[in-house]
T-cell receptor, first 115, second 111 residues
Framework: DGGITQSPKYLFRKEGQNVTLSCEQN?????MYWYRQDPGQGLRLIYY???????QKGDIAEGYSVSREKKESFPLTVTSAQKNPTAFYLC??????????????FGDGTRLSIL | KQEVTQIPAALSVPEGENLVLNCSFT??????LQWFRQDPGKGLTSLLL?????REQTSGRLNASLDKSSGRSTLYIAASQPGDSATYLC??????????FGKGTKLTVNP
């Protein structure tokens, strides 16, 4: 079945450590996104990528980095500069065309906590 | 700056009841509006997408309407079931790739 796979499901970060969250899709989608979800808040966009080797900052990019070397993969690194990383991280993808009116498809998320 | 508000934040109904969830947005210059469902600890599942030129979309027991000029959308759920219990999120897309999300309505359907 086509879909989006996020791993790991749970992740723990030590102080000063960088961690990388994996997102892989087999939907042949061009656009991919990373969101952060905190209790009582809506989803907030961290980074997004519309094509391979290109990505843009979202609303809360500070302390995060991404790469898009392959169409299928869009890993997110939470760096030590992100002082409040505890959250639920969601990856999404969408089919071709900025105005294609296709819905975003989401993975099942990674929950990141600080040790 | 686009803002999306969902009222109520939580709703509890008995099984079989018809119900309406509300979503409002401040900037009517949207490209589409989407309704999602989120189960606890899970990602979002797309339910309905309404293009800006459309007034409503239907899928099974779900019907979503859009009044762009007044900045409002409603999600109507007919004959609610315990399996409908989840958080429902609406999101609007403007002139960019970004979706702006509301904080959601947590629905509980009691058997």
């Amino acid at each position: 079945d086509g879909g989006i796979t996020q791993s790991p499901k749970y992740l723990f970060r030590k102080e000063g450590q960088n961690v990388t969250l994996s997102c892989e899709q087999n939907l042949n989608h061009d656009a991919m996104y990373w969101y952060r979800q905190d209790p009582g808040q809506g989803l907030r966009l961290i980074y997004y990528s519309q094509i391979v080797n290109d990505f843009q900052k979202g609303d809360i990019a500070e302390g995060y980095s991404v790469s898009r070397e392959k169409k299928e993969s869009f890993p997110l690194t939470v760096t030590s500069a992100q002082k409040n990383p505890t959250a639920f991280y969601l990856c999404a993808s969408r089919g071709q065309g900025r105005y294609s009116n296709q819905p975003q498809h989401f993975g099942d998320g990674t929950r990141l906590s600080i040790l | 700056k686009q803002e999306v508000t969902q009222i109520p934040a939580a709703l509890s109904v008995p099984e079989g009841e018809n119900l309406v969830l509300n979503c409002s947005f401040t900037d009517s210059a949207i490209y589409n509006l989407q309704w999602f469902r989120q189960d606890p600890g899970k990602g979002l599942t797309s339910l309905l997408l309404i293009q800006s030129s459309q007034r409503e979309q239907t899928s099974g027991r779900l019907n979503a309407s859009l009044d762009k000029s007044s900045g409002r959308s409603t999600l109507y759920i007919a004959a609610s079931q315990p399996g409908d219990s989840a958080t429902y999120l609406c999101a609007v897309q403007g002139g960019s790739e970004k979706l702006v999300f509301g904080k959601g309505t947590k629905l509980t359907v009691n058997p």
